[in-house]
């Protein structure tokens, strides 16, 4: 299983948290709401997990309200991630041999 | 395996297994093969299996319901708490786990479908009959699903009379959507599915199905003349085993040599076998060569008709409701029934045989 990368990039315009995947990074922005940009991401997710199962670990030293919220954020997608994996195998929808 | 589906398997099998035993119940020969006691040792092993599934069955469905109200307990408290406080709920999912699977579900229907559409099926021939000299004729069937590739000008018809033109575009939109399934067009695609001309037509693959049917002789289509196509019919309803054949005038649109090589010999067969065989001719060779046991002839009279009946073995035909003389068969034969010479010729023979 590969692990892959998360950070959170805190800026004045606004606050994302970034799932790096291989040559990919997928931003989910923390300071506005916008559910068209999160399906997105989710879309991409499916699709890289098609390729194999990972999990993402938070890479961020300020321990401040976002760290806080971007790792409860990250241990339950990584549950949820292990959960769909396990369905698209199930169903046959892996292209790749899980290693 | 979810403990949902657990208990949706362990279900399904017990119900598989009560199938089973009410079926051996319902089998006497099966009973009768394996013997009584052979038979009474596997109904109680498979009482014992049942009572044991029932056991199964029941804790696992404790604990997929235990925990689903635990879940919906707390559910609750978070609502509630959230309700009492005035603080928006803390999320207990990122909603990726939903998503997902409805997308999955999306996909596993879609892929569903299009392996239906592009499923092959093998051309059909049926034997319809033997046309001499030019081969045996059969009726070729082909059967195939609307992928949208098909092109708008092929001879395919429609098996269940839906439109054409829709059931085309409806094909060809499931790969696009296939395509977009883990895209924000996805319902983009579905609402222009939706919104194609009479899609609502097409229910299932069956309405998607397209057939040709044509005769072909050596391999090569075949278009059948009149006279050929009576003679397809009438043979292939004289093949099929009855017990009574009503036959109108089956020379009409064959010629001599088809009646005799067989025609003639189906009927005979027929009448040997003992089945009922009546025939409206006006053929000398079915009339004779097929060796009626009885001959009904109705002969127009000043104003009225009178039916005679008879046989070639007495030679006679008798009218037995007037009182008129008997007609003589041969005769009333030769000039009545067309067919020439030859079987009257052979009527002979026949019969000096008989």
Same mark, same amino acid.
């Given at each position: 299983m590969l692990n892959y990368n998360a950070t959170i990039k805190r800026e004045d315009s606004a606050v994302n948290l970034i799932l790096t995947t291989g040559t990919n990074n997928y931003y989910i922005c923390l300071t506005d709401d916008n559910p068209s940009e999160i399906k997105n991401v989710f879309n991409d997710l499916i699709i890289e997990l098609k390729n194999g199962k990972f999990s993402f670990s938070l890479s961020d030293e300020t321990q401040d309200l976002y760290f806080h919220i971007c790792d409860e954020y990250i241990k339950q997608l990584n549950a949820e991630i292990a959960d769909i994996f396990s369905q698209l195998k199930k169903y046959d929808l892996v292209e790749k041999v899980e290693n | 395996m979810g403990l949902a589906a657990r208990v949706k398997e362990i279900n399904d099998f017990k119900k598989k297994l009560i199938e089973f035993r009410k079926y051996l119940n319902s089998t006497p020969l099966f009973k009768e093969l394996i013997e009584n006691e052979l038979f009474d040792i596997l109904l109680e092993t498979l009482d014992k299996v049942r009572d044991k599934i029932e056991n199964g069955f029941e804790r696992e469905f404790i604990k997929s319901? $235990?925990? +689903? =109200?635990?879940?919906?307990?707390? $559910?609750?408290?978070?609502?509630?708490?959230? +309700?009492?406080?005035?603080?928006?709920? %803390?999320?207990?999912?990122?909603?990726?786990? @939903?998503?997902?699977? @409805? +997308?999955?579900?999306?996909?596993?229907?879609?892929?569903?479908?299009?392996?239906?559409? @592009?499923? %092959?099926?093998?051309?059909?021939?049926?034997?319809?009959?033997?046309?001499?000299?030019?081969? %045996?004729?059969?009726? %070729?069937?082909? =059967?195939?699903?609307e992928d949208g590739k098909i092109p708008r000008d092929s001879e395919l018809k429609t098996v269940t009379g839906v439109n054409k033109t829709p059931q085309r575009e409806v094909a060809k939109k499931f790969e696009s959507i296939l395509k977009d399934v883990y895209s924000q067009n996805l319902f983009e695609q579905i609402s222009e599915l939706n919104s194609i001309e009479n899609s609502s037509t097409i229910s299932s693959i069956e309405d998607l199905l397209l057939f040709k049917r044509f005769f072909e002789v050596n391999f090569v289509p075949y278009k059948p003349s009149n006279g050929e196509s009576a003679m397809i019919l009438l043979h292939q309803e004289l093949s099929e085993s009855k017990d009574i054949y009503l036959i109108d005038e089956p020379e009409k649109s064959l010629g001599n040599d088809y009646i005799n090589d067989f025609i003639v010999p189906l009927l005979k067969k027929h009448a040997y076998s003992g089945k009922r065989v009546v025939i409206a001719t006006h053929d000398a060779n079915i009339a004779v060569r097929t060796l009626p046991y009885k001959s009904i002839y109705r002969a127009h009279a000043m104003n009225c008709y009178h039916t005679y009946m008879g046989n070639p073995f007495s030679n006679s035909l008798v009218c037995r409701t007037e009182d008129v003389d008997n007609l003589d068969w041969k005769e009333t034969s030769m000039r009545t029934l067309e067919g020439g010479k030859e079987a009257f010729g052979e009527r002979g023979k026949i019969y000096a045989e008989l």
């Open positions: - | 319901n $235990a925990i +689903r =109200l635990f879940n919906q307990l707390i $559910a609750i408290f978070v609502t509630e708490i959230s +309700r009492k406080t005035g603080q928006p709920e %803390k999320p207990t999912t990122t909603g990726f786990l @939903n998503y997902a699977r @409805n +997308r999955i579900e999306i996909e596993i229907s879609l892929n569903k479908i299009i392996k239906s559409i @592009n499923h %092959k099926f093998n051309p059909k021939a049926e034997f319809v009959g033997d046309l001499g000299k030019k081969g %045996k004729l059969f009726c %070729k069937t082909i =059967l195939v699903i």
